[in-house]
């Protein structure tokens, strides 16, 4: 499976500002994806990362509040933007092949918006 | 809608318990089932399930799945702290992934 790399691993955020994280694969992967766990729930999807092109959204996530970017096969970023508490989660970076039907996850970045 | 459902909610157990984790679902598009272990942040792959009635194992860890009743099953022996975690089971019906409420379960020595 590939590596996957996250930064920042954690951040505490004042509300109103952005942040954006990265997420790295030592390897080229056809799919990336989004996710958003937030205190005590399961994870949800929030887009899916796409090469070149604008990101697919889940409903009830929108480009201007999530801009994810994706310029190669091996990186892609998610800016968390006017963040208020309610954004406070693990957003996890999920790679995977396209027919494989497998996917591996980062190791997640701990939001924490005051 | 594709639907993941977990039972149980938790389990606490004691080291050496066998325990027995239940998935079922509802799914348009089947094509494949995962099982992940959440400790901390990242969920760690643990088995993917495509066909009916073959069981996967890896360690003390196993999984099947029954495509007809539509629903898995998370199997793990002789348990050991270390397995106290969040049991996830996870549909993929076209490489998007739809979560179970996950199992979260404690084992104490």
């Known amino acids: 499976s590939a590596v996957i790399s996250q930064k920042p691993s954690r951040d505490i955020c004042q509300r109103g500002t952005s942040l954006t994280i990265q997420c790295q694969v030592d390897?080229?992967?056809?799919?990336m994806f989004w996710y958003r766990q937030q205190p005590g729930q399961s994870l949800t999807l929030i887009a899916t990362a796409n090469q070149g092109s604008e990101a697919t959204y889940e409903s009830g996530f929108v480009i201007d509040k999530f801009p994810i970017s994706r310029p190669n096969l091996t990186f892609s970023t998610l800016t968390v933007s006017n963040m208020s508490p309610e954004d406070s989660s693990i957003y996890l970076c999920?790679?995977?092949?396209?027919?494989?039907?497998?996917?591996?996850f980062g190791p997640g970045t701990r939001l924490t918006v005051t | 809608e594709d639907k993941v459902v977990q039972s149980p909610l938790s389990l606490v157990v004691h080291e050496g318990d066998t325990v027995t984790l239940n998935c079922s679902y509802e799914v348009t598009n089947f094509r494949s089932l995962l099982w992940y272990k959440q400790e901390k942040k990242a969920p760690t792959f643990l088995f993917m399930l495509t066909s009916s009635g073959i069981e996967k194992k890896s360690g003390r860890l196993s999984s099947i799945l029954d495509k007809k009743e539509l629903f898995s099953i998370l199997n793990i022996t002789a348990t050991q702290t270390g397995d106290s975690a969040v049991y996830l089971c996870?549909?993929?019906?076209?490489?998007?992934?739809?979560f179970g409420g996950g199992t979260r379960l404690m084992v104490k020595p």
């Open positions: 390897s080229q992967v056809t799919m």
């Open positions: 999920s790679v995977g092949q396209y027919g494989t039907y497998e996917q591996y």
């Open positions: 996870t549909l993929n019906a076209g490489n998007m992934l739809t």
